[in-house]
């Protein structure tokens, strides 16, 4: 049965931790973020968050944004640098042109920081990309 449902590919969609300078409490952030650099809009945009290792395990965190705009972004979460060492996993769930689309995007423990920072499509910053 599970072989006859197909959910299509996600293509031109994804997660990335971006450090920001956080002016109220002065500090360089890492933000996780959701980024449609698609033609058009993403409609009922579900997340699920956690992080993990062998040892811990985060909370779920769950977002939903009802549309994000084609070629636009939106904030999901502040990432703690306590998490960083975890892995940190996040499930999206959208729904393009009436057809679901779903894709875990992970960080694998330790790959958020300075080095790994790239371009982010439709951001104009840098930022780690989740795979």
């Keep these: 049965m599970r072989k006859d ?3 299509p590919e ?3 969609v994804y997660v990335a931790a971006v450090k920001e300078f956080n002016e109220t ?3 360089d952030d ?3 973020y959701i980024i449609n650099d698609l033609e058009q809009p993403l409609e009922l945009v579900l997340i699920v968050s956690n992080g993990y290792n062998e040892k811990k395990t985060t909370s779920q965190m769950r977002h939903k944004l009802q549309v994000l705009p084609a070629k636009s972004f939106a904030k999901i979460e502040f990432i703690e640098d306590s998490v960083l060492e975890l892995t940190n996993e996040f ?3 959208y729904f393009l ?3 679901m689309f ?3 995007f992970i960080f ?3 790959s958020i920081n300075d080095k790994n920072k790239g371009p982010v499509p439709s951001m104009l910053k840098e930022g780690v990309l989740a795979n």
């Design 108 to 110: 694998p423990g330790g």
């Design 30 to 32: 890492w933000n996780a």
């Design 97 to 99: 042109d009436g057809k």
């Design 25 to 27: 409490h002065r500090t």
């Design 5 to 7: 449902i197909n959910i």
């Design 10 to 12: 996600v293509k031109d």
């Design 91 to 93: 499930a999206v769930t």
């Design 102 to 104: 779903e894709k875990k």
